[in-house]
């Protein structure tokens, strides 16, 4: 814990000595106002909006500030602005386990599958390559090393979508042969990093956002007992995924905000999408979200993967019926 507190605390040293006093601004509520000003530039008497995970509490915040400036807007894989970080995160434990029980089930349905026996036979080899490179990192050719953090990472990468499962168990059996480089592909990927070995700002900003937006108050104990319930409730990578708290520990600026309500009173209507097996956003976070805004209508995608739209057909029709003809379905049509 002290090495992983030690690295949360350069991290946070760091991007304050390279960011300046702009830090302290990139707030979501921040850059709410920031939208309206857009907004007010361009001309529009509303804000037409579609708002995709994080993009969904820049939205609802958004509706909350300026409701009478709301115009159609639909918020996909809903973040729940009432709940903290340590909630966030076992959730999230949850959602990735649930997503990989079920990708595991499609594996062993179908002929290639790397792993055999049960379900929780699958479950516990994919552990184990995941405890063997923990304790043996591979390098790959440009000097990294894949340890159990990393594989987790890009792990949880393949299961944003259902349609990436079978890259997901290519990849677990290539690491299992001791080869780690289609687990830096996904990895990559989602840290936005170029063939140059260049990276953008979006993981950093990413941390400077959340830290603005939830914080941690809390101390080691109580994030000792949240990483304690991450494992119970994610067997495979909950070990792998604790103590996250520790990136807004020592954050230069205090929260911009508390958990709390976001209601939105007298805005227009606002399409809500729950994925029912999101691993990232659960579903839990899309119902609550829509049962707090007052204009809140939740609408259901039966199924897998981080965010609905664009997939189904009924997806499709039904946000599309609604950004281009203003045509909100009366019931959730549970796609």
């Known amino acids: 814990m002290a090495d992983l507190h030690g690295q949360a605390t350069r991290f946070s040293t760091g991007c304050a000595e390279n960011t300046g006093e702009l830090l302290r601004f990139v707030d979501t509520e921040s850059a709410a106002r920031d939208l309206d000003i857009l907004r007010a530039a361009l001309g529009e008497s509303t ?9 969904t509490l820049l939205g609802a915040t958004y509706a909350d500030l300026f409701p009478h400036a709301v115009g159609r807007m639909v918020l996909d894989g809903a973040v729940d602005p009432t709940i903290t970080l340590s909630d966030i995160f076992l959730s999230q434990a949850e959602g990735y386990e649930g997503a990989l029980r079920a990708a595991i089930a499609f594996c062993l349905d179908n002929p290639g599958c790397p792993f055999d026996g049960t379900a929780e036979d699958a479950a516990a080899q994919i552990r184990l390559i995941l405890d063997t490179v923990e304790d043996a990192p591979l390098e790959a050719q440009d000097g990294r090393l894949l340890d159990g953090d990393n594989l987790t990472a ?29 687990a830096f592909r996904a990895i990559d990927s989602s840290n936005s990093r170029s063939p140059k070995g260049e990276y953008t700002n979006s993981v950093e900003a990413g941390v400077a956002i959340q830290c603005l937006d939830f914080g941690f108050e809390g101390d080691s104990a109580a994030m000792a007992a949240n990483a304690a319930a991450i494992e119970a409730a994610a067997p495979v990578l909950g070990t792998f995924m604790t103590y996250r708290e520790f990136d807004c520990v020592d954050w230069p600026h205090p929260p911009a905000r508390e958990p709390a309500a976001l209601h939105a009173a007298g805005s227009a209507p606002i399409m809500v999408i729950g994925t029912t097996n999101d691993p990232a956003t659960p579903y839990a976070f899309a119902q609550s979200l829509a049962g707090q805004l007052s204009e809140g209508r939740l609408v259901t995608f039966e199924g897998e993967g981080h965010t ?17 003809d203003g045509t909100m379905p009366a019931v959730d049509p549970r796609c």
């Open 308 to 324: 609905a739209y664009p997939g189904t057909d009924c997806i499709v029709s039904t946000v599309d019926g609604f950004l281009v």
């Open 47 to 55: 804000l037409d909006y579609l708002g995709f995970s994080y993009g």
């Open 154 to 182: 890009a792990m949880k990468v393949a299961l944003y979508r259902k349609a990436d499962w079978p890259y997901l168990f290519d990849l677990l059996e290539s690491v299992s042969r001791g080869f780690p480089a289609l």
